[in-house]
Each structure stands twice: as C-alpha cells, then as structure tokens.
C-alpha cells in the first residue's frame, strides 16, 4: 500500500512537472488543492466505484483515464499521473479550453 503523500511533497512534484512542462505556475495552488481533495493525497486511492484511481482520481469507464490512455496502475503512480494531467491540461489551454473549464469538467474536487 502506498504511503500518503505530504501536501508539501504534492506541491514539490506538481511545481516540478509543471516547470517542465510549461504550464503556468499561477495554476500550481488549485492543481495542489485538487489533488487534495481528490485523494486526500493518497497515491493509491481507489474511488467511484473502483472506477477512478490515484492521486488525481483518474476516472476510467468512459472519463479522462481512458481518454488519456492511461492504465489504472500508471493513474495510481504520482509521477507519471501528474505529469499526464499537466499535460492534458496545457494542451487543452493551448486549444483555446479556459483552466476553469478544464478542471471544472474534468476533477470535481477543483473548487
């Protein structure tokens, strides 16, 4: 079972990968509060039914895990989910998809 993760060490990997991949750094403190609320900062997170999965509560069935292509065990790894929700989130602020939006419909915990 996978240890739950400090907020600090959520802020430090999410602050990370989003230096890397350019995602405006203004956006770090909701990503944080979300994943937060999402998981409680537990990478090994099951919810929804055993439905959604990690620390950003991939949904699979339908929802952004499997439109990502993502596996829910690459979903419960922090590094690898975290850098392919910075990246769907860049790449939908690049098509012109506001961050309020894409979070709004994408993470329920984003407040």
């Given at each position: 079972m996978a240890t739950k993760w400090s907020k600090r060490q959520i802020s430090d990997l999410i602050t990370k990968i989003a230096r890397e991949e350019g995602l405006d750094l203004k956006y770090v403190p909701y990503l944080i509060e979300t994943v937060m609320g999402e998981s409680g900062?537990?990478?090994a997170a099951v919810g929804d039914n055993?439905?959604?999965f990690g620390l950003w509560q991939m949904y699979f069935k339908g929802g952004l895990g499997d439109?990502?292509?993502?596996?829910?065990?690459?979903?419960k790894d922090p590094e690898v989910s975290t850098r392919t929700a910075i990246?769907?989130?860049q790449d939908s602020i690049d098509k012109g998809s506001s961050f309020d939006s894409i979070m709004r419909q994408?993470?329920?915990a984003y407040r």
């Open positions: 900062g537990n990478p055993n439905s959604s439109l990502l292509g993502m596996t829910p065990e690459q979903a990246n769907f989130i994408n993470w329920s």
